[in-house]
């Protein structure tokens, strides 16, 4: 039986997890810029597909993919307020199914957001349903990217859903070099909450959303983790036997950080993700990050 095709768009780490769940179900098509990288794809069973998202006029090749299914997982570009990355896939999937007698539009589309869109909400819990409120051009790139996205799915009638994510770790992606250069964290009473998944987590959420995913519909992929930013890096540092970091106000990071890390400091918020276990039947196989640092732990031993 032939299988459906999937085509992932952005092929990072996340990608790298996500296909090694998805082998078995889909014929893997990647896009990538990097002929390099090309040999690494086809090694994970991803057929490499040439296209820069920064060059529409190199995504032609999508045309010959015709694929059932759309994993975008590429961020947008590192300025402005738009995403015409996401616009110049989408112009290149519809700019397809003009040049064919039969429309082939995607089945389903499933975009890997930020929870970054919703700002700064000095701790309060958030829900799927809660607004918007960008606080940096980062999020508002995000968000234009959903916006697009959900037009086009509704114009096209493909259901399009969005994973909002928090910040991604796992056993290879901890803060150990910034613990290690001594960078300071905010002071307990002047700390932000915040929200993180494991990448493999992440990665079977993402699965749990091809199945189950409903049209239109936004998911928070956060843990049951409530740690504020410190709290985290103290975690961290512990289970790694290193120095915990020197506690500063957020007047003096003003000048001890750099904007772009100041920026994520100063966003509190705390993310629901009932919806999450509830519509797609999401079981976390690390609930907190200390469940992670407790198997790190047993590992090293």
């Known amino acids: 039986m032939m299988k459906n095709k999937l085509l992932i768009v952005g092929c990072g780490d996340v990608a790298s997890r996500v296909a090694s769940?998805?082998?078995?179900?889909?014929?893997?098509?990647?896009?990538?810029?990097?002929?390099?990288?090309?040999?690494?794809?086809?090694?994970?069973?991803?057929?490499?597909?040439?296209?820069?998202?920064?060059?529409?006029?190199?995504?032609t090749k999508i045309a010959g993919v015709s694929a059932h299914t759309i994993l975008h997982l590429a961020p947008p570009p590192s300025q402005g307020k738009r995403d015409?990355?996401?616009?110049?896939?989408?112009?290149?999937?519809?700019q397809h199914q003009a040049h064919v007698k039969k429309r082939i539009l995607p089945q389903r589309l499933i975009y890997i957001s930020t929870s970054g869109v919703y700002g700064n909400r000095d701790g309060n819990w958030i829900s799927e349903s809660d607004p918007t409120n960008p606080g940096n051009e980062r999020a508002y790139r995000r968000l234009d990217a959903e916006q697009q996205l959900r037009n086009w799915g509704i114009r096209n009638q493909v259901p399009i859903s969005?994973?909002?994510?928090?910040?991604?770790?796992a056993h290879n992606r901890l803060?150990?070099?910034?613990?290690?250069?001594?960078?300071?964290?905010?002071?307990?009473?002047?700390?932000s909450y915040t929200n993180h998944i494991h990448a493999d987590d992440l990665a079977h959420i993402i699965v749990a959303a091809l199945r189950l995913g409903k049209p239109?519909?936004?998911?928070?992929?956060?843990?049951?983790?409530?740690?504020?930013?410190?709290?985290?890096?103290?975690?961290?540092a512990k289970y790694f036997n290193l120095s915990?970091?020197?506690?500063?106000?957020?007047?003096?990071?003003?000048?001890?950080l750099s904007p772009g890390l100041l920026s994520f400091m100063l966003e509190s918020r705390r993310l629901t993700n009932r919806r999450l276990k509830q519509e797609l039947q999401a079981q976390l196989r690390y609930p907190t990050v200390e469940d992670c640092l407790i198997e790190l732990r047993n590992n090293n031993r």
Do not use: W
Not at 84 to 94: D, E, G, I, P
Not at 244 to 256: D, H, L, M, S
């Open 21 to 59: 769940l998805l082998t078995q179900r889909f014929q893997l098509f990647g896009l990538c810029r990097k002929v390099e990288n090309f040999a690494s794809l086809r090694a994970l069973g991803i057929k490499p597909i040439a296209g820069d998202l920064d060059q529409p006029a190199s995504l």
């Open 84 to 94: 015409v990355r996401t616009r110049y896939l989408l112009a290149a999937l519809s």
């Open 162 to 169: 969005i994973l909002r994510v928090p910040g991604i770790y």
């Open 175 to 191: 803060p150990l070099e910034r613990l290690r250069r001594g960078t300071p964290a905010l002071l307990p009473n002047e700390d």
């Open 216 to 236: 239109g519909r936004i998911y928070h992929a956060s843990d049951d983790s409530h740690l504020k930013m410190g709290e985290y890096f103290d975690l961290v």
């Open 244 to 256: 915990f970091p020197e506690k500063i106000t957020r007047q003096q990071a003003q000048v001890a």
